[in-house]
């Protein structure tokens, strides 16, 4: 601590904090008080008598706060706030605290960090059973790229914002809503376009029902975006759905599922409907499974097309196959868990120059050609996603 001579009415006795506000006004608290000299003055105005230790902090609003571990809650010094402290609830005695550029107060304190946010009654708290560095929190401090710094008795940790946004959408009944990349940007995401991240969606198709649900989606090369659903298929050009009859023969065609789409090197659609069965449509007519013996009952749940013009089909219970043709011939290559494949049903399916990402319900894994290799995190640790703020040392959101 600095000890202040207490001349033309300055503080005398310890400092604890200096504050030099927005408009140029120098504030500074010490054991005693706080006291403010206005910006072109030449002497100290006493502002609050505290009796404890404490700290100095602006709002993004403008207004200036103080804590006093001797008293609840903060105490405010100057504005007229946005966003009021006491709405927060904040019983605590407070020590060091911190308000970030969005208006969220950062506390910590012996159970290590708590985050009020600014837009909703609603407390976070990160310790040590979250992955904090230590057992209490010390001192907070934001960075120039808004990153949040906390310090306590055993390390440093950052705080940041996470990088995926939510997009407003319309409403979709089911799980998780498809996708597909749009050739001029951006992507197609059930019945919108987005042409970029911050774009409105522009729909295609009216909005999604229980009995009118689309839940594949895939682009073609020649820029044709074929969806499908509960019921239907259809095919989309500048904009405008047009429908797609289905297999002749299929059992109760209105209230069959779409599960995949994906088209093959010479353009031909491969259309997966679970276990009803593996169809692939060429020049306007449909085959079952493509004409290949080999995926004869094969309930494919994930397929898609490499470079090298194979095809990839995921199922369930741990199944993969590959199809490669070779000249006039066609020939398949099935995977289980014989050969290492252990998440469950498959999901998604990745190719890449020398092997391929398998991702299923029970995780992820890496095929090499031969075999596949199960992917986790350090230690085997499971790392849970939700929206707030992120722990860089804990993968922690709040």
């Known amino acids: 601590m600095a000890r202040a001579s207490g001349g033309d009415g300055g503080p005398g006795g310890a400092v604890q904090a200096m504050l030099r506000d927005r408009d140029g006004v120098f504030w500074v608290r010490t054991v005693a008080g706080v006291f403010v000299l206005p910006k072109g003055a030449s002497r100290f105005e006493r502002k609050l008598d505290v009796t404890g230790h404490g700290i100095l902090a602006e709002h993004p609003d403008g207004s200036i706060w103080t804590s006093d571990v001797?008293?609840?809650?903060?105490?405010?010094?100057?504005?007229?706030?946005?966003?009021?402290?006491?709405?927060?609830?904040?019983?605590?005695?407070?020590?060091?605290?911190?308000?970030?550029?969005?208006?969220?107060?950062?506390?910590?304190?012996?159970?290590?960090?708590?985050?009020?946010?600014?837009?909703?009654?609603?407390?976070?708290?990160?310790?040590?059973?979250?992955?904090?560095?230590?057992?209490?929190?010390?001192?907070?401090?934001?960075?120039?790229?808004?990153?949040?710094?906390?310090?306590?008795?055993?390390?440093?940790?950052?705080?940041?914002?996470?990088?995926?946004?939510?997009?407003?959408?319309?409403?979709?009944?089911?799980?998780?809503?498809?996708?597909?990349?749009?050739?001029e940007g951006g992507a197609w995401v059930d019945r919108s376009a987005l042409a970029g991240p911050a774009a409105a969606p522009v729909p295609f198709a009216p909005p999604s029902s229980n009995l009118d649900l689309t839940t594949a989606l895939h682009a073609g090369a020649d820029g044709t975006l074929w969806s499908g659903g509960i019921g239907g298929l259809w095919k989309v050009r500048a904009g405008q759905r047009e429908a797609v009859p289905l297999p002749a023969g299929l059992v109760d065609p209105q209230h069959t599922a779409i599960f995949s789409l994906a088209t093959d090197g010479d353009g031909a659609l491969w259309a997966s409907m679970g276990r009803r069965g593996l169809y692939t449509l060429r020049d306007g007519r449909w085959s079952a499974h493509g004409g290949v013996t080999g995926l004869a009952g094969f309930a494919v749940t994930a397929m898609t097309a490499d470079p090298r013009g194979r095809m990839w089909f995921g199922s369930t219970d741990d199944q993969l196959a590959l199809l490669e043709r070779l000249d006039a011939d066609s020939r398949v290559r099935k995977f289980s868990r014989a050969d290492g494949l252990r998440i469950g049903t498959v999901l998604a399916i990745l190719p890449v120059a020398d092997g391929a990402w398998i991702g299923g319900e029970n995780g992820l894994a890496w095929f090499d050609g031969q075999h596949f290799t199960p992917v986790t995190g350090r230690a085997a640790s499971h790392l849970p996603v939700s929206r707030g703020w992120c722990s860089r040392a804990t993968a922690r959101c709040g």
Do not use: C
């Open 70 to 183: 001797m008293r609840p809650g903060l105490q405010q010094l100057a504005g007229a706030p946005g966003a009021d402290p006491k709405a927060w609830q904040i019983d605590d005695r407070i020590s060091a605290f911190l308000f970030d550029r969005a208006g969220n107060l950062w506390q910590p304190d012996y159970r290590g960090v708590l985050r009020h946010s600014a837009v909703q009654a609603r407390q976070h708290r990160t310790d040590a059973e979250h992955g904090l560095s230590g057992l209490h929190g010390f001192t907070v401090f934001q960075d120039r790229e808004d990153n949040i710094w906390v310090g306590t008795e055993n390390g440093l940790d950052r705080f940041r914002e996470p990088r995926l946004k939510a997009i407003d959408l319309p409403r979709y009944t089911a799980g998780a809503r498809p996708l597909a990349p749009r050739r």
